[in-house]
């Protein structure tokens, strides 16, 4: 029969042995925040991406120092960027329920977010999505000149505000040159596009 | 073991192997069986004396502190700050720069205007989140006025939802104080006691509630706290407020 001291010994290692597997198996948990994390499709800005609710197709970035928006009685109005303006053209379709709340951010190399600025009522954050009809617009991003790294377009369908387990798309934008135009942008209301001829005649 | 467990030690702490056998030993072993073992001696005289060099100690640390100061409560609030002055917490940096008074039909608007500057995250924090961790009030009544709303300097038309991480920008925040609730008269009196329609919009402010008009108003004062990030139930991260205050500042208003 071993001493006492040698059995508890023996206790006192089998304890701190069984703490740290406890501990290190706690890193396979997954958080309850990403177990409700918006299911992403990922794709680039050159094909469409499409996730279980809608479909999004990037058509076009434009990065700027001013913008151009409508103002009050047919006027427009010049509105200057703290940093710069990041205009991202996209068509985006519903696929099967309306989509009321398309929520849009721009993350960029370093994965810090910028959300959707939100001032603007010709933007397509402001749009709602009916199932099968194509909306043609643009989504304004505020950024820092130099924080403006290989942004990618995250759209999630956030209904009734709520993100968790949402359809969520996020394109590359594959912007390359990221240097603003001293040109301001237009930013043009929001255009349903039903189909290739009607974006011809019209 | 046996060394280990003699009297003495039982009664200092104990043998750390062997409880049982302490707790069998101590039953019998009362104090009175060993004298010298407390720390307050017996001799009387020997007793006067330590009480007394204790009492020297004490007064001595008592004066040492009240010659450098005295003692200051942890959140004791800072300096108010001037106009201009960064003020910043763990999530922004706020600088506020002038306060206007705006007065329509419904009450009247305290706006100010300010530099926000988000630095503790790499997100967007919403209006509500910065709102959140000031605490204003109407100069000279010192009533607290609730919530600012928030709009870009170079877009009066816009309101803002989020300041984004990392970007320095001039915001106006807005204070608003309803002179009367409109739905008030809706309500009988009974209901009014009971709080009318705080139910739906939550407890008037203070300013509200005393009937603050325009015309009391000379200044606005701000205090930031301190925020820090706790987790709520489902995993979010979620900012609040602290009772630490960070900075304060007054602004006269400008009548406009």
Redesign the interface.
Known sequence: MSSPVVRRLWSIVASVVLVVVIVALQRFLVSDQDQLDPIATSGTADAAVATDDFTAEVAETGVATALEVAGTDGTTQEVEANGVWVVVWVRVTSEHTPIDTMYAELRMDDDTLYSERGWFTDSLGRSDFSPGITVYGAFVFEVPRDRLDRPALLLTNASGLDRRLGAQADIDLGLTDPAPSDAPIALLPPEVQMGDTADASE | MVTCCGRLRMIRGGCP?RPVHFLLVVHHAGTDENPGRSLIPQNRLARVAVASAAAAVLAVAIGGVAVFGGLESADATPRPSSPGDEMRNTLFALTPHEAQLVTDEYGFEIHVRADVEVHGV???VTVQTVGSTMVARVLPGGQEIRFPSAS?V??P??????F???????TALIWSVAADSPLDDLFTEEETAEGGDAELFGPKDEATEEGVTAEDVEGIEIRLHEAEKIQTR???DLWVDTPVVVGVVELSVERI
């Open positions: 192997l790499d997100e967007p870009a170079r877009y038309a816009s309101t803002t939802f989020d984004q991480p990392h970007m320095r920008d001039e489902d995993g979010q």
